[in-house]
């Protein structure tokens, strides 16, 4: 047993006054200690400027414990306002207690207001992506199943700036075709990141330069059922030359993992700003704010929504408050941050349609929905029946409270609705976007809830919190790049891999950002679980007989 007394001293003047709680941990080569509470009134602490705390470890097997501290803000000033029932007894004859909302909003900044006060904070890595990041099959198999699978599509034609040849591949395709043939009988994929073209790369750190790239990625499913990069493109020149080099599995393996880094560091951005950001919580935002203006909140309507989005307003304040704000964590950490968040947001609005918001015609458009054609892609295949379970839920609903077509179109506030989110939220989006101003039939109603259900649980839980698993090793997923990316072969070594990867300082804002997204909240967790129970239950009635709900969860 050892005993540590650790002081800290803040030496920052905006605590003085706050009642924030203090926690701290020790992490050590093995594990960590429990997050603990300082023991005496926060107010108290700051006004001497410095705060103590003892801790008692016991040292187990060769753990050493290092005095790595881990400093934890839990900043309150927003309960200040609600004196009336405010949790520390500032009224002691209220018993009103905040609004969940509210709660969940100050619980949930502090997962974001993480401090690193004297070293890097450190957590426990998934073992299993620190051993297997550079293997194809695992690059490859991210692209299915990580923490961005929406990207991956068939590919039937080359894009005319991508000078990949068959020259260059045939040694990586197994089953003795060509290219071509290989293009038509379905076996090849891309993944196309062309919306980060144009882009300006993080430019708010004067002292650190930082790029960006639109690579293309060239992916094989081989006679195995695996899928393997076989080309990686950087650069996307109008014709073929210097830079427009192609990777290849054969290259220098400190060139082929080079050019995979960057398709990493390429997915991590559009995933933190496409997929995850915009097309889970400011679409699901828009959903929110529409349902909140036109439906009354004794509408079944309201009610079937509300457990849904009921967090989406306060998540989205935090996230503009300390993540997309000036200076905040995209700025500090992410090779995207600046104008750069403004330009990859208005790119994707252009392709942001309701259709894509539909999951099966989101997989047919992508062409990758039949799963003889593409095996062992599990967010589509457990999504698809997700995603069958909640229309099955909300059509049951529906019938419930509308008896026909006709009392769908005379329904005055679902009318009104669809078109606040038609005229109003998505009004920047292009005339094609197919946002219906209207609903005509119960099948249109009942499609239109389960868009805006599944996104907002279902496609969030997929894409946010496994971001911690996925992108907490720093080389699967480098958050920003800070060399350029090769135009040449053979000039790569590991000394210029690591002048590439994010510094210290910004890994350490990436690991506390993605730690912070992957974390729910008590009250979230307990409305999750009351959703899930309902769309379990109608998922186990879809389900063959021979399955069983714990063989899905396993």
């Not at 912070?516 to 909240?521: E, N, P």
Request: charged letters at 20%.
């Amino acid at each position: 047993m050892f005993t540590y007394t650790v002081s800290v001293s803040t030496g920052k003047q905006e605590f003085a006054e706050t009642i924030n709680d203090i926690y701290l941990t020790l992490v050590g080569t093995e594990r960590c200690s429990d997050r603990t509470l300082l023991d005496k009134s926060i107010v108290d602490h700051f006004a001497r400027g410095s705060v103590r705390i003892v801790l008692s470890l016991t040292n187990s097997g060769q753990t050493r414990w290092k005095l790595r501290c881990h400093i934890h803000f839990a900043v309150s000033n927003r309960w200040k306002e609600w004196r009336p029932g405010f949790p520390m007894s500032i009224d002691a004859n209220s018993s009103t207690e905040l609004p969940l909302d509210i709660q969940f909003e100050a619980a949930k900044s502090v997962d974001f207001s993480l401090n690193y006060i004297t070293l890097t904070l450190l957590y426990p890595l998934t073992e299993y992506v620190m051993q297997n990041w550079n293997k194809d099959y695992f690059f490859g198999y991210q692209f299915l199943n990580g923490c961005n699978p929406v990207v991956i599509k068939k590919c039937m034609n080359l894009p005319d700036k991508f000078a990949v040849t068959q020259e260059m591949v045939e040694g990586s395709l197994d089953r003795g075709l060509t290219l071509q043939e290989e293009l038509k009988a379905g076996n090849i994929y891309i993944a196309d990141y062309a919306i980060l073209e144009g882009v300006q790369a993080n430019a708010t750190d004067p002292d650190t330069k930082q790029y960006l790239a639109a690579p293309f990625c060239l992916l094989y499913k081989n006679s195995q059922n695996e899928i393997l990069p076989i080309a990686i493109q950087l650069s996307r020149q109008t014709t073929a030359g210097v830079g427009n080099t192609v990777f290849l599995p054969s290259d220098n393996q400190y060139d082929w993992m080079l050019a995979k880094m960057w398709v990493k560091s390429a997915d991590f951005s559009v995933h933190q700003l496409v997929t995850h950001l915009l097309r889970t919580h400011l679409i699901s935002e828009v959903f929110a704010i529409a349902m909140y203006r036109q439906l009354a909140a004794v509408h079944p309507v309201f009610k079937l929504l509300i457990p849904h989005v009921r967090f989406t307003i306060a998540i989205n304040t935090a996230a503009r408050e300390k993540l997309i704000c000036k200076s905040g964590l995209f700025d500090k950490a992410n090779g995207t941050g600046g104008i750069g968040i403004v330009e990859v947001i208005q790119k994707a609005m252009k392709s942001l349609t309701y259709k894509s918001l539909c999951f099966p015609e989101a997989m047919k458009a992508r062409g990758v929905f039949n799963k003889e054609d593409l095996p062992n892609y599990y967010y589509r295949d457990d999504g698809m029946m997700v995603w069958e379970a909640v229309k099955s839920f909300v059509s049951d609903v529906v019938r419930i409270y509308y008896g026909s077509d006709e009392t769908v179109q005379e329904d005055e506030e679902i009318q009104a609705f669809v078109q606040d989110v038609c005229f109003s939220g998505m009004k920047n989006c292009p005339k094609d976007c197919e946002f219906p101003n209207s609903l005509k039939t119960r099948e249109q109603l009942v499609e239109y809830l389960t868009v805006v259900i599944f996104t907002a649980s279902a496609q969030h839980a997929a894409v946010n919190f496994g971001q911690f698993d996925w992108f907490a090793w720093i080389p699967n997923s480098p958050s920003t790049m800070r060399k350029p990316p090769p135009t040449q072969k053979g000039q790569v070594d590991m000394k210029y891999i690591m002048d590439s990867l994010p510094d210290r300082g910004r890994s350490s804002w990436h690991l506390g950002a993605v730690w912070a997204l992957s974390q729910y909240q008590d009250e979230e967790y307990q409305f999750c679980l009351k959703r899930c129970d309902l769309i379990l239950f109608t998922l186990n009635k879809l389900l063959p007989s021979r399955f069983k709900l714990t063989d899905l969860l396993l």
